[in-house]
C-alpha cells in the first residue's frame, strides 16, 4: 500500500495547511472575496440564467456503483389532505426526500476523504467524522457560498470533439488549451467548471455508461492539473464526470486511485464538485463567445454531512 | 365550509391563469427576465456574500406541528472506510439525508396547495399530485432559478421595534412604509423578502414559539398584502416565519386558514417560501443603507417534489 | 374498464363483509381461534425451527419493478461510539432502516389493495388510506398474531416438476392434489403455505427472474384457488413468489388484473403474503412426511401501514 | 476510564467465549434447542396469543434521547393508486418505513455493543462493524429465531407493588423471589420475560419518564442478575424497560455505565431486548397461576444490522 513520492511531493507542493490558520475550514474557499464576487458580477452581460444542475429523480445518476449511494427517493407524508381536524377548503402535500448527499450535482466537503488519518488542516480523520454527530470539522455546513467569476474550460472542444474517450485524463496542457480559447485570464478565486461532455451519455439514458465508463475506463481530471489549479489560486474546480479524476489511475499503480481527491481535498483544501451539467452552458458560451459568467453555487448546508446537494446557476 | 365572498372576489382579482398560457408552470416566476436578472446584477456593491439559509439540522424548525415534517435526519453508509477490495490509502465518507422538502429554508412548489381540486392553471389538483408520481404539474424541478433584485422589507424596523408581535398580520400599508424606508420603488421581476424578526425566536433556541407562536398566534402575511404583490408584479415573495402566513385568519374565520397560501400559489402562481434568515440581512442592509441585492436562489430540483429546499444568497 | 361478471359472482360468493360484525378488521384473521393454536402447537414434534423469511437486503427481491418498491437501506446514526460526553469503556452502533414495508417477506394488510373505492368490510378507501394518517382501517397495526397450524401445499412436488413455469396458474385440482399427498384435512384457521418454487430464482441470484417473471408470464395463485381457500375456511395463505398471483390474468383480459389480490384482500378479508421462502421447509417435510407444523408469523405492528414486513417461522 | 475489576471478574466467569467454536455468532442462542422449542410447545395450554410488541408509530419510546434513535416515519410511495398505465379496477397502496432498528420492541444484536474494540468471540469491533458493509460479524440475520419456553418474572408482583421505582435495580435475589412465585425451574434455553413495568408510563403516555426514567435515574436489571442468567443458561432475557440496565450504574461509578449490556452482549453472548410490554400477559399469567409459555420472537433478518425489530408472542 503506497502514495508514490511523486504524489507526495506534489501533495505537499500545494499544501494550503497553515496558510489561513489553524482553525481555517474554508480551505480554497478563502480566494472567494468581495472582489471576486464583483469580478463575477461584472460578467453578467445578457441577463441570462443557465442552470448547471442535473434534476434529481429516482433513476438519476445512481446506478450502485459504487455501492451505498442512493438515488433520491421521494415519499408522500400528506397528499392533497388537510389535517383531519383542520378547517378550511385547502389541500395541501407534504413530502420527504431520503438521497445520498452526493445523489447527484453536489460539492464535496473538505471532510468527504482523507488518507493516513488526517484531513485538512491536518485535523484526526476518525476523530472528526463519527456518525453520531456527522462532520465535526469541514461539514456541509462550513463551505461557502460559492458567488465569483466562473469560467468554463471546454477540453472536448478544444480538442475538436464532441466528447473526451472513456479513460481520458484531462492535463494541465489541455486546461491552458482551453483557456487560450476564451481569451481569459485566470484570477484568485475565480472557479474552472470542466467540461468533458461526460454527462451527455447520461443525459442520452446511458446511466451505466456515465456511473462508472466503459471497461472500468473512467474520464476525469488527471493528478497534472492539480498545480495549474493551486498557481492560479481558484477557489474551485466543478466537473461534469461522475467520478471526477480519471481511473485507473494515470500512473497504472491501483495504489494511487483517488489521488486527485485526495490532494485536493485533504492538502489543498480546494472545492471540488460532481454530476455538474455544462452542455447547455458550453453552447451558449460558443454562440456569443463569452465563457466567463457569474457563477453562483450555495451547498444545501447540512450540519455535519461531508457531501453537500447544490443547484448551481451561471448568470451570463 | 367556505370561502368568503372577499376571498374569492380578490382570488379572482390577482388570478394569472392563462396569463402566460394554458401550459405555464412558471407563474410569476415569467417576471423573472433577463432585465430583472441585470437589475439584481447591478446591485453589487461591495461584492459580500449574505446566506439567507438556515442550516440544516436534526434540532431544526420542526417540532412536530404540523405532523409529517420532519427535520433532517443525516445517517452514514461509509465512514472513513474504503470499498473492502479497493486499493490505495484514501478513506471517505458517503452520507444519506431523509428529510421533508419543506424540513428548513425552502420554496413552495405551486403544486403544494390548492382548493377544489384545482391547482395553478386550473389543473385537476387531485389527477396532478399523485404519490406513485410526485407532482407532474409544477413540481420542484419546474420552479425557475431565481436571480433576480431583492427588496428587503423590514417590517419591524419601519414599526420602530425589534420584532413583530405573536399574531400579527402585516398589511399593505406596512409593506408601504417598509418599502418607503428603502428609497426604491418596485418593478417587474423584482422578490420580496419580507422580514418579521420572528426568525430570532429559532436562533435563540425557542423552537416551539418559532413553530407554533404563542397561544396559537402566529405571525405572518395578512390577505391585504396579496395585491399589493400582483399590482407590482413581483417574482416571489421569502419570509422569516415558519407558516408565511398570519393565524388565525385576520377574518377572524377558520374556514379561511391558509387563504394566502391558496390565493398565491393557486390563483396568482407567485413563489413563496419559508424559514429563510433575514437577520444578517438586515443589520448590513441597514449599515449601509442599501436594501437592495441581487438575490439568487435556486430550488433543489427534486422531480415531482412539491416543496424545495433553498440555500439563499444575497449578493450586495 | 371492467371486472368481468364471473369475477364479481365470485366476489360476492366468497365476500365476508358483516360476517363478523360491521367493524371487523380481522377478515379470516377471525379464524384464528385458541383451538386452532392448540391444533399448530400439536404438531411440534421434533422441535425443529424453520425460518420462512428472506434476509432483507440491498440487493433483495425489489428490482425496481414496480416502480416505488425500495429494498432496505442500512445506514449508521452511531458507529462503534459512545455519545461525546458519556463515560465509560462501552463503545456502541445505532443504525437505521429505510425499506418499502413490502420489501422483503410481508403480509399484506387488508388496506393494502381495493376496487370501487372500498376496502373489506365496505370502508371507503379514499376516507380509509391517508398519506397524512396512513390506514386508519386495517393497518398494519390490526393484523393478527398468526400461530396455528400451517400446512405446506408444494405444488411442484405434487406435479413432479422441480419448480413451476413461467405464467403457470396455480388451480383448484392442483390444491387438491398437492393436499392429497400430505394425507391432511384442512381445518378452520389453518393457514396454506403454497409452494411454487419460484423463489429459487432469486436464491440462485436471477433477481429480475424472480420479481418480473419471464417475458412478462408471472408463476402464482390463480382465481380458482380463492372459493378453494374460502370453503375451507382458511386464515391465510402464504406464496414463495413476487406477485402472488398469476400475470398475466387466466381470462387473458388484462382488466382482470390482480383480481386475486382484490377479492382476497377486500372481499373476503383474508391473510396473504408474499416472498415467503419454503425451499427449507419443504426438504424437511419431504423427508419425514409431515407437512402440517406450527406456522407462527407476527407482522411489525407499524400503525397505519399497508403492508407488514414479517420474519415467519415453522415449528415442526 | 475504567472498568472495575469486579466487573472483569464477573465478564471473566460468564465469559461463553470458544464454548461453542471460534466461529460462533449465536451465544446463548445455542442454548435454543429443538428441546428447549419442544418444552415451549408443551406450555400452549389454552392456545392464547398474547403479543408483546409496542405498536410501531412516530410518538412511540423514541424521545430524541440518546440521539440518533428515531421512531418510524411512515410515507407512501403510492396511494390508493394504479401504475398510471395498468389496467383494470384495481388501486393499491405502496408505503415506506423509515426506522431506528432499535426504535421499538427489539432484540440487540451481538454486534451492539462492546469493548476494548472486541464483540462476542473476542473479534475486532472496530473491524467488524462498519457503515459500509454494516456487521459483518454478528449482524442480525445471525440472530436465531426464538421458540422456546418462556418464564414472566414478575418483579413488582414479587416485591407487592405495581411497578418499580425510578432507579431500581433488579437483583438476583429478586429474580429468585419472582422465579419462585411461578413455581417453576428454569432450564437450558428457556427464556426469561423480566417485567418490571416500567412501559405502563410509556403506554399512560408519559413517554419521557418512560424513556429517560426521573431525574436521571433509570430501572432496569443490575449486574448482579448477569451471573444467575449464566448459570441458568438461559438463551435470552427481555425487559419491559427503554434502557435494560439500571442507571446511573449502581457501584456509583458511571465509568460503569453500560456494563450489563457489555458483559451480556459482548462475553457471555446473550440475546437480550428491550421495550418489550409485558402488561397482558402479567395479567393472564395471574390469571390462570401459569408463568410459561411458548416464546416467539423472530427478529427481522436485516443484513448487517445490530438491533433488530421483532413482534414477539407468547402462546399459552
Redesign the interface.
Known amino acids: 500500500?503506497?502514495?508514490s513520492d511523486e504524489l507526495r511531493e506534489l501533495a505537499a507542493r500545494v499544501s494550503n495547511w497553515g496558510r489561513w490558520g489553524d482553525d481555517d475550514q474554508l480551505g480554497c474557499g478563502n480566494f472567494?472575496?468581495?472582489?471576486?464576487?464583483?469580478r463575477g458580477?461584472a460578467c453578467?452581460r445578457?441577463?441570462?440564467?443557465v442552470?448547471l444542475?442535473?434534476?434529481?429523480?429516482?433513476d438519476g445518476v445512481q446506478v450502485g456503483q459504487?455501492?451505498?449511494?442512493?438515488n433520491?427517493?421521494?415519499?408522500?407524508?400528506?397528499?392533497?389532505?388537510r389535517?383531519?381536524f383542520?378547517?378550511?377548503?385547502?389541500?395541501?402535500?407534504?413530502?420527504?426526500?431520503?438521497?445520498?448527499?452526493?445523489a447527484g450535482t453536489h460539492i464535496d466537503c473538505l471532510?468527504?476523504?482523507?488518507?493516513?488519518?488526517q484531513l485538512y488542516g491536518g485535523r484526526s480523520?476518525?476523530g472528526s467524522?463519527?456518525?453520531?454527530?456527522?462532520?465535526t470539522w469541514c461539514g456541509a455546513?462550513q463551505l461557502?457560498?460559492v458567488?465569483t467569476r466562473g469560467i468554463l474550460l471546454d477540453i472536448p472542444a478544444a480538442l475538436g470533439v464532441d466528447r473526451l474517450d472513456a479513460g481520458h485524463a484531462v492535463t494541465a496542457d489541455q486546461l491552458d488549451a482551453a483557456l487560450s480559447a476564451t481569451g481569459l485570464i485566470v484570477e484568485s478565486g475565480d472557479v474552472m467548471c470542466i467540461r468533458t461532455g461526460d454527462v451527455q451519455w447520461y443525459l442520452e439514458g446511458d446511466r451505466q455508461r456515465y456511473a462508472v465508463g466503459q471497461d472500468w475506463l473512467v474520464t476525469g481530471i488527471g493528478v497534472g492539473c492539480i498545480e495549474w489549479f493551486h498557481r492560479r489560486e481558484v477557489a474551485g474546480v466543478f466537473c461534469d464526470t461522475y467520478a471526477y479524476e480519471v481511473m485507473p489511475p494515470e500512473s497504472g499503480n491501483?495504489?494511487?486511485?483517488?489521488a486527485v481527491?485526495?490532494i485536493q481535498l485533504r492538502d489543498m483544501g480546494l472545492l471540488q464538485g460532481q454530476n455538474w451539467n455544462f452542455e447547455t452552458l458550453a453552447q451558449r458560451c460558443s454562440a456569443d463567445g463569452h465563457a466567463d459568467f457569474?457563477l453562483?453555487a450555495?451547498?444545501?448546508?447540512?450540519?455535519?454531512?461531508?457531501?453537500a446537494?447544490?443547484?448551481?446557476?451561471a448568470?451570463r
Open positions: 500500500m503506497a502514495f472567494l472575496t468581495p472582489e471576486s464576487a464583483r458580477a453578467v445578457s441577463g441570462e440564467r442552470s444542475a442535473l434534476p434529481l429523480r429516482a459504487p455501492a451505498g449511494r442512493y433520491p427517493i421521494l415519499t408522500f407524508t400528506s397528499l392533497n389532505e389535517d383531519r383542520a378547517p378550511g377548503i385547502w389541500e395541501g402535500t407534504d413530502d420527504l426526500v431520503t438521497m445520498s448527499t452526493a471532510s468527504h476523504m482523507g488518507y493516513e488519518d480523520q476518525s467524522v463519527r456518525a453520531g454527530t456527522g462532520a455546513e461557502p457560498a458567488a491501483w495504489d494511487d486511485l483517488c481527491h485526495m457569474l453562483v450555495v451547498p444545501e448546508p447540512i450540519v455535519g454531512a461531508t457531501s446537494p447544490v443547484a448551481p446557476v448568470l
